[in-house]
T-cell receptor
């Protein structure tokens, strides 16, 4: 069975500062990894995904994530955040089927 | 391009009432699923379907029923609402292969009093 752990429930950060949101996964089989973002009162939308190949994945809005197999991690980073990045971020995984397993989410709060 | 459409957006039910949350997608996706989102618990899978006529249980199926008579529609039924079912519900759809992007509806905020 797959599981996804997001270590931080909330991350406060000042505007223009860098941010890292942490995600660890466990799976005994091949895994595909995703980061989704949820803006207030909206559904989820895909930020980026890792399927195979290059371990550094670039997504929308300047976000990127690095797949690290030895540490079973898929941390999300942005070098300089904006107020509009305030949202909840979910790490998720699938195995060989389409069923997504989500982490508990990290609320990113960007302030001036 | 509608994507995934959920109705209603908000609903208040009394304990014991039943209702159906509607979900429709126009992308010809085989895979559809329902999640509930609760504070601190992320999204938990209720039921899913891999095609018309095929459904299966997810992580938290008790108290919910689904059917899939067409590719486009995947309604979620609450048989006898309980306060523990107060939550935000999301429907999602995707192609039936690992690694494809899931598209989510805007959610239904349900309160059971």
């Amino acid at each position: 069975a797959q599981s996804v752990t997001q270590l931080d429930s909330q991350v406060p950060v000042f505007e223009e500062a860098p941010v890292e949101l942490r995600c660890n996964y466990s799976s005994s089989v091949s895994v595909y990894l995703f980061w989704y973002v949820q803006y207030p009162n909206q559904g989820l939308q895909l930020l980026l995904k890792y399927l195979s190949g290059s371990t550094l994945v670039k997504g929308i809005n300047g976000f990127e994530a690095e797949f690290n197999k030895s540490q079973t991690s898929f941390h999300l980073r942005k070098p300089s955040v904006h107020i509009s990045d305030t949202a909840e971020y979910f790490c998720a995984s699938t195995g060989t089927a389409s069923k997504l397993t989500f982490g508990t989410g990290t609320r990113l709060q960007v302030t001036l | 391009n509608a994507g995934v459409t959920q109705t209603p957006k908000f609903q208040v039910l009394k304990t014991g009432q039943s209702m159906t949350l509607q979900c429709a997608q126009d992308m010809n996706h085989e895979y559809m699923s329902w999640y509930r989102q609760d504070p601190g618990m992320g999204l938990r899978l209720i039921h899913y379907s891999v095609g018309a006529g095929i459904t299966d249980q997810g992580e938290v199926p008790n108290g919910y029923n689904v059917s899939r008579s067409t590719t486009e529609d995947f309604p979620l039924r609450l048989l006898s609402a309980a306060p523990s079912q107060t939550s935000v519900y999301f429907c999602a759809s995707s192609y039936l292969s690992a690694g494809t992007e899931a598209f989510f509806g805007q959610g239904t905020r349900l309160t059971v009093v």
